[in-house]
């Protein structure tokens, strides 16, 4: 199943990542029962939390996460799709762990209506059975 990725580019200019050696991580934003989420290129996730999303951004030494709106992540959504299974590399435990932990949360779910009002439909109805 397909899913969209972000935008690299726009994603360092609005994250403000442009300085040499800060780098925003490839991420696709995917739709589940719950609603939208980020899921970085090792299969980290999040869903969105008190109305924000997670982005993870890193510097020669490090990496941490950044928060943006909605908003802001439906901006820096790209045309550019991909399988979960292609950006996520399966290749040790935690990481398969990861894919087939994102996979489910996808499945059956469309993945063509990333940023309509359809996430928030459904978003309603999970959050009423929780």
Excluded at 40 to 48: I, K, L, S
Excluded at 101 to 116: A, C, D, F, L, R
Aim: net charge negative.
């Amino acid at each position: 199943m397909n899913v969209k990725m972000i935008d690299i580019e726009k994603a360092e200019i609005l994250l403000g990542m442009t300085k040499e050696g800060h780098w925003v991580a490839p991420h696709a934003v995917v739709n589940t029962p719950k609603g939208l989420a980020t899921v970085c290129y090792e299969g980290v996730g999040w869903f969105e939390y008190e109305g924000m999303y997670s982005i993870l951004v890193g510097d020669d030494y490090r990496d941490w996460t950044k928060l943006i709106t909605k908003k802001e992540l439906l901006s820096i959504i790209s045309n550019e799709e991909t399988t979960l299974h292609k950006m996520i590399d399966p290749h040790n435990d935690r990481t398969r762990s990861n894919l087939f932990t994102w996979e489910n949360q996808i499945k059956n779910t469309p993945q063509n209506v990333v940023g309509s009002q359809y996430n928030e439909r459904k978003k309603e109805v999970a959050n009423a059975v929780l």
